[in-house]
């Protein structure tokens, strides 16, 4: 099993940055997908931003965070960040990461995913 804890959300005004994190612990080891997503209210939860190991280290964005988002990893402590820049009230979300310890996933879709975290908070205020 795996386990995921994000953490960093908060409240930000329009123009500002965030950082976000997602720790993994548990059976984490081999190729991974870690993606993130978020959820807005009366929204369905949506992609953000995936990194994926399984053909050298690859990164997708949306094309609403493409360019203000940058998603990384750093192996060593099992986590994977999201830093955020240029934020717009329309980021504000609950913010999910999760992953997928297999190879050939693309990491785009919810279904992909076999580990989510908790989710943390991002309000943005204009």
């Known amino acids: 099993q795996v386990q995921l804890v994000e953490s960093g959300g908060g409240l930000v005004q329009t123009g500002g940055s965030l950082r976000v994190s997602c720790a993994a612990s548990?059976?984490?080891?081999?190729?991974?997908?870690m993606g993130w997503f978020r959820q807005a209210p009366g929204k369905e939860r949506e992609f953000v931003a995936v990194?994926?190991?399984?053909?050298?280290?690859?990164?997708y964005y949306a094309q609403a965070v493409k360019g203000r988002f940058t998603i990384s990893a750093d192996n060593a402590k099992n986590t994977v960040y999201l830093q955020m820049n240029s934020l717009r009230p329309e980021d504000t979300a609950v913010y999910y990461c999760a992953a997928v310890y297999k190879i050939f996933r693309t990491g785009l879709t919810t279904h992909e995913y076999d580990y989510w975290g908790q989710g943390t908070q991002v309000t943005v205020s204009s």
């Open positions: 990194i994926r190991s399984w053909s050298g280290v690859q990164t």
């Open positions: 548990g059976r984490t080891f081999g190729n991974y997908v």
